[in-house]
């Protein structure tokens, strides 16, 4: 029996994905902030553990987090939105900017 393809189904871009150098710094920065959060999870099992301490390593996961984040935007306009202004598809632009941009900060 044959399947027929849904048009409701959208098909991934192949070309919008992270180059693999790109995707390998970012799998190892979140390893490392996968890391210290365990770290601050087990300094919360201390009672007497101070508040700003946690918090000053609260901070660090959450600084650790945007530059994985700033990463990953750097790429997309590089790759993905660059593309678009050099095939002259001003729609393509706004569309891949606003989508983006929905997802920083």
């Known amino acids: 029996m044959e399947t027929v393809p849904d048009p409701m189904v959208e098909k991934a871009d192949p070309c919008l994905h992270l180059d693999p150098a790109t995707r390998q710094e ?3 920065r979140l390893k490392g902030a996968h890391g210290h959060l365990a770290g601050v999870l087990r300094m919360l099992e201390d009672p007497d553990v101070y508040c700003v301490d946690v918090l000053k390593q609260l901070s660090a996961v959450q600084g650790a987090l945007s530059k994985v984040s700033d ?3 750097r790429a997309h306009i590089r790759d993905h939105v660059t593309t ?3 095939r002259g598809d001003a729609d393509k632009i706004v569309e ?3 989508e983006a941009l929905k997802y920083s900060r």
Do not use: G, W, Y
């Open 84 to 86: 678009a202004a050099l």
């Open 71 to 73: 990463k990953v935007m």
């Open 26 to 28: 970012t799998i190892r």
């Open 96 to 98: 891949e900017l606003m």
